[in-house]
């Protein structure tokens, strides 16, 4: 683990990181095989014996008399702080139809409706996390969604994951997942319905299938796996606070990356020392070992360098905690920006409000946090006037004609005769 300068962090990555042709051949054999390569994957991959008696969990077959009564109350303060977040988000944002009239009576504006089917994607490989069901379900009931169905690849009955499930009211879980699992509801079978959109975190196998489908069926971002950047000047804050927030993304995923930005070389000499020194005593150490090698510390010189780096990264989360005053503006290209040594990542995973389900690996650029708006769909409504007809005619034929289709100018041109 060594201190590398910022031009070699920000070194371009090999395209073939982006490619997986082993996620083209499963979504092939699942098009072409349904129900049946689904059952093959889930035996290779998850070594499940998955079939059609047993593809689905019924939550009200499940006793919850053990589970903890502050975890119940934990879920319950959570949802309402998540509830509230999304409802004030489609309020400010003002998701819904509108229509105005102009001077010639004609009406234009958009039809808001809800998408119909969605199904959320949970992981439950190495984890299931009860968090990402309420990140995903809440928005998507807020926007109006009737249909929701729940996919995850749960491998020990997880009580506090299913709870949660039936505290939003949940019947039964689609016990499948990877790229099988997406591509299943993606094309649909004879046991799993195909939806208009898929949501939700996942491996990179979840998210190269999610790129390949998006052609048949909706998706919302590509989130996952997990990324942190911090950045700071080590001013006025405890480097064990910032080395617990990297190990906090470690222990996700084997690859999740976790990155340290400081203009102060000490500090990140101490934050190294205390990474590794804890590391030996950390739980979950079998996953943190192995992400610990994609984690960077890197070494800037100037306070621009700050902005350039996360200009460019486009960080899933981003935590600043600088000691002067910041344009927070600049930092734009990230998914979710945490200010200040009380503000961690960690918080915002559970109970801040806001949505933990972010775009990685450089999508903050040109995509935003999951929300209520991934749940919407907008229809271009036009109704014109025969006034309006004949005011908008000349320019549309005159158009028309300098892009060499002539027959949109006849089909107005006719309606003179």
């Not at 006793?63 to 309402?80: A, E, G, H, M, T």
């Not at 309420?134 to 994951?161: E, H, W």
């Amino acid at each position: 683990m060594k201190i590398i300068k910022k031009s070699e962090f920000l070194k371009k990555k090999n395209i073939k990181e982006f490619v997986n042709i082993n996620v083209l051949k499963i979504i092939e054999d699942v098009y072409k095989n349904r129900d049946k390569a689904i059952f093959k994957y889930m035996k290779i991959f998850d070594k499940k014996k998955i079939n059609k008696h047993n593809f689905k969990i019924k939550i009200s077959n499940i006793d919850f008399k053990n589970l903890s009564k502050s975890f119940k109350k934990s879920i319950l303060k959570s949802y309402k702080r998540i509830n509230n977040y999304h409802l004030i988000q489609k309020k400010s944002l003002n998701i819904k139809s509108w229509y105005f009239k102009d001077k010639n009576a004609n009406i234009i504006g958009q039809m808001s409706n809800p998408i119909k089917k969605v199904a959320i994607y949970a992981p439950g490989g190495l984890a299931s996390y009860p968090s990402s069901i309420l990140m995903s379900y809440i928005p998507a009931k807020i926007a109006g969604v009737k249909k929701i169905y729940l996919i995850s690849p749960i491998k020990k009955l997880n009580l506090n994951f299913l709870y949660t499930a039936k505290f939003l009211g949940i019947k039964s879980i689609y016990n499948i997942g990877g790229a099988q699992a997406i591509a299943a509801f993606s094309f649909g079978t004879k046991l799993f319905p195909k939806v208009d959109k898929i949501v939700g975190p996942g491996n990179r196998y979840v998210n190269d299938c999610k790129k390949i489908i998006s052609s048949y069926t909706g998706i919302d971002i590509l989130a996952g796996p997990t990324e942190i950047m911090i950045i700071t000047d080590g001013v006025n804050v405890k480097p064990k606070y910032l080395a617990y927030d990297l190990f906090s993304q470690m222990e996700h995923d084997y690859n999740a990356k976790s990155v340290i930005v400081s203009n102060n070389i000490n500090f990140l000499k101490k934050i190294k020392k205390i990474i590794l020194i804890k590391k030996k005593k950390i739980y979950k150490k079998k996953i943190i070992f192995k992400s610990l090698k994609r984690m960077k510390l890197v070494f800037v010189k100037k306070t621009n360098d700050f902005y350039d780096i996360v200009k460019i990264y486009a960080p899933e989360h981003l935590e600043i905690i600088l000691n002067f005053k910041i344009e927070l503006s600049k930092f734009r290209n990230a998914g979710s920006i945490f200010l200040g040594k009380y503000s961690p990542e960690s918080i915002g995973d559970y109970s801040v409000g806001c949505n933990h389900i972010i775009p990685t690996n450089g999508c903050s650029k040109f995509s935003s946090p999951l929300g209520v708006y991934d749940f919407v769909k907008f229809t271009n409504i036009t109704k014109l006037t025969k006034k309006g007809f004949r005011k908008l005619s000349k320019q549309s034929i005159v158009i028309s004609r300098k892009e060499n289709l002539p027959c949109h100018g006849l089909s107005i041109i006719k309606r003179y005769e």
